[in-house]
């Protein structure tokens, strides 16, 4: 069944600090307070166009929504419950701070039908939490995860790579112990620095620099390779555009692209090809791969950067036919008589080694 999310945002209500990333209004798009009275047409809205053999949740993001006033919180919950009640949605998800959680906010969140509930964790490397100016240390992750599947509630994670003093080393670090606490989904975001928050005054005195692209590519597709491996669902990679959300608007530096996901995947099918097919097989001129529709994209890569590849360091065709091949699959073409058929799930096996993860 296919999934439609009605979100509701919440800039920057109550969060007890002002992370050094963090401009919620730029992010989400949003800078008035929202009432019960707007999150009601917001959600009315929405149901006017989704389709009702979705399933349909209702989620409240942006701010830190357990970090606001309890009765605001209340009240917000009680008009997402009349819509469960009314059989029009089928769940609550909600994203808050690690250190917003305790016994009485998730007894209260019960009562209401929240079923997700989502931390902006960001790192877990100590140093990375402190000079983003979080607010807490690690060890809060790990208590509020413990306390959120206690109460029985799908638990979800996100991360950001590229925060001052981040590396490779502490984005894998922060993952691998993300699968520990073995969440239901993840959510990946390269740092951007958006107008309006202590990164740009650090941009400015030359004291940060973000990841570039490339570099946040490199790190995010050996992320997705531990995620997917371990059987993690990552629902998101990148920050959605919004007319704010793009280069040159309210984001001034870092390692923006609207198809940020896809980059990282089409890089992830390049390493498997060049790793897996090419280094172990014979091809005279040209290589073929018979793919479904809806992944041709992935294989070409952005603006044919991986026909490009192929073409100038082998000296080979990448020729990709559209077929009724099933999405998670993809058949190579080694010869006339041998196709190799090989799945996602086995790609990202593969390079889980050739990773060193």
Do not use: W
């Not at 920057?12 to 990333?21: A, L, S, T, V, Y």
Request: proline content about 3%.
């Amino acid at each position: 069944m296919k999934k439609k999310i009605i979100p509701i945002f919440v800039p920057h209500k109550g969060c007890p600090h002002d992370c050094i990333f963090c401009n919620q209004k730029k992010i989400t798009g949003v800078s008035t307070d929202v009432t019960e009275e707007t999150a009601k047409s917001v959600i009315e809205e929405c149901l006017e166009y989704i389709d009702r053999d979705s399933s349909i949740e209702i989620a409240f993001f942006g701010g830190s929504f357990t970090a606001i006033d309890i009765e605001i919180q209340r009240k917000l919950l009680a008009v997402a419950k009349s819509y469960i009640d009314s059989g029009d949605v089928d769940y609550i998800r909600l994203s808050t701070r690690p250190d917003c959680i305790d016994e009485y906010i998730l007894s209260m969140l019960k009562e209401y039908g929240v079923r997700i509930i989502e931390l902006g964790v960001q790192s877990l490397d100590e140093d990375v939490l402190d000079e983003s100016i979080r607010g807490h240390k690690s060890d809060v992750v790990y208590k509020s995860a413990k306390l959120i599947k206690k109460f029985g509630f799908e638990l979800g994670l996100q991360m950001m790579l590229g925060l001052p003093t981040d590396t490779e080393e502490k984005c894998l670090y922060t993952a691998k112990e993300f699968i520990k606490m073995n969440p239901s989904c993840v959510r990946i975001y390269p740092t951007l620095v958006v107008q309006e928050t202590g990164l740009e005054i650090l941009l400015s005195e030359g004291k940060y620099t973000p990841f570039s692209l490339e570099k946040s590519i490199s790190i995010v597709k050996k992320l997705l390779v531990l995620y997917y491996v371990n059987d993690i669902n990552v629902i998101r990679v990148g920050l959605q555009a919004t007319d704010d959300i793009q280069m040159g608007e309210a984001v001034v530096d870092g390692p923006y692209h609207p198809a940020f996901r896809e980059l990282v995947e089409s890089e992830i099918i390049k390493d498997f090809i060049e790793s897996e097919v090419i280094n172990k097989y014979e091809f005279k001129h040209e290589l073929v791969i018979r793919v479904n529709k809806k992944n041709i994209s992935r294989i070409v890569g952005n603006k044919k950067s991986n026909k490009n590849y192929m073409s100038k360091k082998y000296g080979l065709m990448l020729k990709v036919e559209e077929s009724n091949v099933d999405e998670e699959q993809l058949h190579i073409m080694i010869d006339k008589n041998n196709i190799l058929k090989i799945s996602m799930n086995d790609i990202y096996s593969k390079l889980f080694s050739v990773y060193n993860l």
